[in-house]
Structures are given as structure tokens and as C-alpha cells.
């Protein structure tokens, strides 16, 4: 599947870039349940998107990464990605979309490996795979166990929020219809609220501001002035 889509999609091989990503996923993988293969790979496309395969791989459009504002959001989109493949996301929606139980499907799958499995059924899974077709109680869950995968390898969870709030905007922006996280993501401000209900119920505090590097505040001293910036801008200079 891998390979299908870099026949369509081309990855761009930047070995820092990739580095730098692996190293943020290398705090994640050790809080997830299933030892999948977990890699990143970035794919050239203006739109802002990322989707996991069910092995673990997952892809990152360079207009993802020129969305997200800090290393801590690199990671809320990597957490949601890896826990979509290490909850087996694609294969329960592709059994919904399907019509079939996860048994039935599993053992379809497994009967073909070698062979190749049938070829709608794979087409499904790549559909709902690349497209984040998958239904709000998965993308909650994704979420939600994202949440705490950030928590526990040191990110602020906030990102989460922060990046749903702000693809969300981005959405309000297109007049028309372009593929990518924010098109297909369903039910965006019922999963910011339960993303937020989550956060509140387990105590863990919000704070955007370091994850969205904003409204920082300093003070400088200059020639007698004393100068409060925030951002970089003079508020006041007394």
C-alpha cells in the first residue's frame, strides 16, 4: 500500500526533516499498545493532511508541516495518526464501510496475504486510510488516547486542541472542495469539546500559548526605557 501511494503521492526524502520527525516519535511509540512498524514519511502536497496505514506507517503532506507551529503540534498529529493504526482504526471502519465483522475481514485478509487481497476491499481500506474517513466515535478515540500519549511523553497536550481549532479555520477559509485533513475529518467542534471535556476530566490543565508560540511577553531595557513587547511587538515603553 506503502508503495501505491508514493507511485501517486511524491515523497519528499529529506533525512533531517525525517530525523526530527522520528525523533518526536520516538517519545510517542513507547506509550502505545501494539509494536507496529511506526515510521514517517512526508509526501509533496500543499494541503494540510496526515493518515496512518495498519501497519503503522504514517505520512505526512509538507503542507501539514508547514501548518503546525511547534514541535508539540508535530506530535498531537502523530499521536492521533499512530493510535488510528494502533487501534486498528482502518480495518474496524473498513468492516463498518463493508458491512463485514472484524473477524470476517481479518481472515480475509490474512487467507491472502501473498496473493494480495482482494482488490476493492484493499482499495477500501487505502480510501479510508488516506481520506480519514473514519466515524466520530474512532476519530474521538484517536483523540482521546492521543491525549494521553502526549501527556505521558512530555508534550503538552494542548496541541490537540490547538491544531483541531485551527484546521478547523483553515476549513472556513476553502470555497471549494479540496482533500485534506480539514475536508474530511468529521464533526470538528464535537470533537474540540470532547477533546476539552477529556482534558478537564482527567485534570489536565490548557495552556495554549507555548503550543501555538503566541502572545509571549518580555521585557527589554533600552536607553533609560523599559520596553514590554509581546511577540515581538512594543506595547508599552516607559
Not at 203 to 218: A, C
Request: hydrophobic share 40%; proline share 4%.
Amino acid at each position: 500500500t506503502a508503495k501505491e501511494i508514493e507511485n501517486q503521492m511524491p515523497r519528499v526524502l529529506d533525512p533531517g526533516q525525517e530525523a526530527h520527525l522520528m525523533t518526536i516519535a520516538g517519545r510517542l511509540i513507547p506509550f502505545l499498545q501494539r509494536n507496529l512498524h511506526y515510521e514517517v514519511r512526508i509526501i509533496d502536497m500543499k494541503n494540510p493532511n496526515a493518515f496512518s496505514l495498519p501497519g503503522g506507517i504514517t505520512y505526512m503532506t509538507t503542507g501539514m508541516l508547514k501548518f503546525l507551529k511547534s514541535d508539540a503540534e508535530i506530535a498531537a498529529i502523530l499521536a492521533h495518526e499512530f493510535v488510528h493504526a494502533d487501534r486498528a482504526h482502518v480495518i474496524v471502519q473498513t468492516a463498518r464501510n463493508n458491512r463485514l465483522n472484524i473477524i470476517t475481514l481479518a481472515g480475509i485478509i490474512a487467507a491472502t496475504q501473498g496473493g494480495g487481497a482482494p482488490a476493492m476491499l484493499m482499495s477500501s481500506m487505502l480510501q479510508t486510510a488516506i481520506m480519514n474517513t473514519y466515524s466520530i466515535d474512532l476519530e474521538k478515540e484517536a483523540d482521546a488516547r492521543g491525549i494521553d500519549v502526549l501527556n505521558k511523553a512530555g508534550y503538552n497536550p494542548a496541541a490537540m486542541l490547538t491544531t483541531m481549532e485551527r484546521l478547523k479555520i483553515e476549513s472556513l477559509k476553502k470555497n471549494s472542495v479540496d482533500p485534506g485533513i480539514y475536508q474530511t475529518h468529521p464533526d470538528d467542534q464535537e470533537r474540540v469539546d470532547a477533546a476539552i471535556k477529556y482534558m478537564k476530566d482527567k485534570g489536565i490543565e490548557i495552556q495554549r500559548k507555548d503550543v501555538v508560540q503566541s502572545l509571549k511577553v518580555s521585557t527589554t531595557e533600552a536607553s533609560g526605557d523599559v520596553r514590554l513587547t509581546v511577540d515581538g511587538y512594543t506595547l508599552l515603553s516607559l
